[in-house]
């Protein structure tokens, strides 16, 4: 017997054909019932011995079998001696747990029982049961206990998942321990969580964050907009791998605002930002419909009262741009479900605010453009008049022409008289012409933004 490993041997004996035509194979199993056999080969017809040898494949380690050779020929069928052998033990690879995880390494451990046998080990790795990565082979002895063996692998991505095994390999054969899995350290994960403790001027953000590993810090980012532009103290979460609570409080917040806000939190590895989330402080709200409107039209404003009923007085407060402070301008009683609306024709810039049970809205601003009226009244000749509160006497005006690229090109500047108007002609190219009358901010003066009249279409 030779070659013996954990599932085959081969089996080696002599066979005398004594001049007939003659074949051969061996028999073998776990008892001297045999059971299984090798494929018959010919011996050939000689008179000489032979040597003759068979694999016996499909074994189970460590397991003693019974083998003899059978050789048949026209004279009859002899039989060999029966032989043992028993069938060595692979190594047995148990995959243990990863530990030193950072953002770019780990180490890999397990244990290898070499069962009698020279033993190589090496771990396989990948960010799939596919691996297709290992570590470097190298022995762990011919012992028969089990012996801790550990590997450290780099240059791994970070916050990626990867799974690893052991290997052990001897000349009884090849074992592979249990596929594990280990994450490697990455960015934190954050979760804005809603507020909490809303007051007229306060509230209480609130989130999570998992460190994934890492030193990690944390701070909300908040704001009436999505452009946020306050943010919180940074504090640290810590370098654990378990989900955090976080929370802080705010104050001087307005009363009946909706801010935005969000939970950042970064580490060696990047920064992430959670979801933006609103709350709406208490007392009572306040928004316009329009940030600008023209001289001489209305804006609708409106909002709503915390307790959501109707009847309640909201009294609204306006300070007209040039004066000192904000004076009442009406009582509204509020309808369903605590809305109120007031329609409001600012004449110049005009700040607004709402007043609640002693809870004051912010202030919403709503711009006034000048009107700038435009028309013709003959062949080539056109008038303007601009109105607003004051006189735009010896103030200009510019006529512009929309270009083919779609641009407005100025072509004549107008220079309005006493009564803040102008008659004027201008000499155009033949075809359409697309006009309109604008005046600059600078020329609508303080309080005013530019005035921008309709626009006309003149054929030449």
């Known amino acids: 017997?030779?070659?013996?490993?954990?599932?085959?041997?081969?089996?080696?004996?002599?066979?005398?054909?004594?001049?007939?035509?003659?074949?051969?194979?061996?028999?073998?199993?776990?008892?001297?019932?045999?059971g299984r056999k090798t494929s018959s080969k010919s011996a050939g017809s000689s008179t000489a011995n032979v040597q003759v040898s068979g694999t016996l494949a499909g074994l189970t380690?460590?397991?003693?079998?019974?083998?003899?050779?059978?050789?048949?020929?026209?004279d009859g069928t002899a039989r060999g001696q029966n032989g043992t052998f028993t069938t060595?033990?692979?190594?047995?690879?148990?995959?243990?747990?990863?530990t030193s995880v950072t953002v770019a390494s780990a180490t890999l451990n397990g244990t290898v029982d070499p069962n009698g046998r020279a033993t190589n080990w090496y771990f396989e790795y990948g960010t799939s049961t596919r691996y297709g990565s290992k570590t470097p082979a190298a022995s762990v002895g011919s012992g028969t206990t089990a012996r801790a063996v550990s590997a450290a692998v780099s240059s791994l991505r970070p916050g990626l998942r990867y799974h690893y095994r052991l290997v052990a390999a001897s000349d009884a054969g090849t074992s592979r321990g249990a596929d594990r899995t280990f994450s490697t350290a990455g960015p934190p994960t954050v979760v804005t969580r809603p507020a909490s403790s809303l007051t007229h001027r306060s509230a209480r953000l609130n989130g999570t964050v998992s460190p994934n590993g890492l030193a990690t810090t944390w701070y909300f980012e908040y704001g009436t907009s999505t452009g946020y532009g306050t943010k919180t103290s940074p504090k640290s979460a810590g370098g654990g791998t378990r989900p955090v609570n976080v929370s802080v409080g705010l104050t001087r917040l307005?009363?009946?605002?909706?801010?935005?806000?969000?939970?950042?939190?970064?580490?060696?590895?990047?920064?992430?930002?959670?979801a933006d989330v609103t709350f709406t402080t208490m007392g009572v709200s306040l928004s316009a419909h329009a940030q600008t409107v023209v001289f001489g039209r209305a804006v609708v404003l409106s909002g709503l009262v915390p307790t959501g009923r109707s009847g309640e007085t909201v009294t609204l407060f306006?300070?007209?741009?040039?004066?000192?402070?904000?004076?009442?301008?009406?009582?509204?009683?509020?309808?369903?479900?605590?809305?109120?609306?007031y329609l409001a024709r600012p004449s110049i810039l005009t700040s607004y605010l709402a007043d609640w049970n002693g809870l004051t809205s912010?202030?919403?601003?709503?711009?006034?453009?000048?009107?700038?009226?435009?028309?013709?009244?003959?062949?080539?000749?056109?008038?303007?008049?601009?109105?607003g509160t004051r006189s735009f006497r010896g103030h200009w005006v510019k006529l512009q022409r929309r270009t083919s690229a779609g641009r407005w090109s100025t072509v004549k500047r107008i220079r309005l008289n006493r009564r803040s108007a102008a008659s004027f002609r201008v000499r155009l190219r033949r075809g359409r012409s697309t006009l309109r009358l604008v005046m600059s901010v600078n020329q609508a003066g303080p309080g005013y933004l530019a005035g921008i009249s309709r626009t006309l279409v003149y054929r030449r």
Do not use: D
């Open 1 to 34: 017997m030779s070659a013996v490993g954990a599932t085959s041997a081969t089996a080696n004996g002599t066979v005398n054909p004594g001049g007939r035509s003659t074949s051969w194979y061996f028999e073998y199993g776990t008892s001297t019932s045999y």
């Open 61 to 74: 380690a460590g397991t003693t079998y019974h083998y003899r050779l059978v050789a048949t020929s026209t």
């Open 88 to 98: 060595r033990t692979a190594p047995v690879a148990a995959t243990g747990a990863a």
């Open 254 to 274: 307005r009363a009946g605002t909706t801010y935005h806000y969000r939970l950042v939190s970064r580490n060696a590895s990047g920064t992430r930002r959670g």
């Open 318 to 341: 306006a300070q007209v741009y040039g004066t000192a402070s904000p004076a009442a301008v009406a009582n509204i009683v509020t309808g369903a479900g605590g809305a109120w609306q």
């Open 362 to 387: 912010h202030a919403v601003v709503v711009g006034v453009r000048p009107r700038v009226r435009f028309r013709r009244v003959g062949r080539a000749r056109f008038v303007t008049r601009v109105l």
